[in-house]
């Protein structure tokens, strides 16, 4: 029913926002994933999921088309519910949750506070096929979770280059070196950069 809004940030918190848009305020739930990509500006657009409860109405919003898609595919999943899909956005990145759906790896959705052993492989069986046509991705080609190449990507972000620049060259110096620590990644990306 309301697919984005755009207007007027009055609160910012890292779990909700406040938008006016022409004088009425909508009241926000957001992830730390969104929360992290808000620009520093007077006025947003947020992407937004509205959920039709009894009891309440209650707007989503995300930053990036591509979260809220993960979001609602999480949310079709018995047993996750928007807070749990939330949660789940908020401990690790979109990129991660797919590649962990896509390569079958329990370990890293059951991380995630308030998901058991049993929701995470439901978590799997429901969106694995899914992810891997929607994402075009190989079983085979998915790169495991790189901590150093995480780490490094922080860092190029608060030096102040753009995420997504860095991301690419920072995929092409793990992929040329896998076993590349933080400071050689961060180096050689900053001759790239």
Same mark, same amino acid.
């Given at each position: 029913?309301?697919? %984005?809004?755009? !207007? #007027?940030?009055?609160? $910012?918190?890292?779990?909700?926002?406040?938008?006016?848009?022409?004088?009425?305020?909508? %009241?926000?739930?957001?992830?730390? %994933?969104?929360?992290?990509?808000? *620009?520093?500006?007077?006025?947003? #657009?947020?992407?937004?999921?509205? =959920?039709? $409860?009894?009891?309440? %109405?209650?707007?989503?919003?995300?930053?990036?088309?591509?979260? @809220?898609?993960?979001?609602?595919?999480?949310?079709?999943?018995?047993?996750?519910?928007?807070?749990?899909?939330?949660?789940?956005?908020?401990?690790?990145?979109?990129?991660?949750?797919?590649?962990?759906?896509?390569?079958?790896?329990?370990?890293?959705? =059951?991380?995630?506070? !308030?998901?058991?052993?049993?929701?995470? =492989?439901?978590?799997? +069986?429901?969106?694995?096929? #899914?992810?891997?046509?929607?994402?075009?991705?190989?079983?085979?080609?998915?790169? =495991?979770?790189?901590?150093?190449?995480?780490?490094?990507?922080?860092? +190029?972000?608060?030096?102040?280059?753009? @995420?997504?620049?860095?991301?690419?060259?920072?995929?092409?110096?793990? $992929?040329?070196? *896998?076993?590349?620590?933080?400071?050689?990644?961060?180096? #050689?990306?900053?001759?790239?950069?």
């Amino acid at each position: 029913m309301i697919a %984005h809004l755009q !207007g #007027k940030l009055v609160e $910012k918190n890292p779990t909700e926002v406040v938008i006016d848009c022409g004088g009425v305020g909508y %009241h926000v739930n957001i992830s730390l %994933h969104t929360f992290s990509l808000i *620009p520093n500006a007077d006025y947003i #657009k947020l992407y937004t999921h509205l =959920q039709i $409860k009894e009891d309440a %109405h209650t707007l989503y919003g995300f930053v990036e088309k591509s979260e @809220r898609e993960i979001f609602r595919m999480l949310i079709s999943v018995s047993g996750i519910g928007a807070g749990i899909a939330r949660t789940m956005l908020s401990s690790i990145e979109p990129k991660q949750i797919i590649n962990a759906i896509a390569s079958g790896d329990v370990g890293i959705i =059951q991380s995630i506070k !308030g998901i058991g052993n049993k929701t995470a =492989q439901r978590v799997i +069986l429901d969106l694995k096929e #899914k992810v891997l046509k929607l994402y075009d991705l190989d079983e085979v080609s998915i790169v =495991q979770n790189n901590t150093n190449r995480d780490e490094a990507l922080s860092a +190029l972000e608060v030096l102040g280059f753009v @995420r997504k620049t860095s991301e690419k060259v920072v995929e092409r110096i793990v $992929k040329e070196d *896998p076993e590349a620590t933080v400071e050689t990644i961060i180096k #050689k990306a900053l001759k790239s950069l």
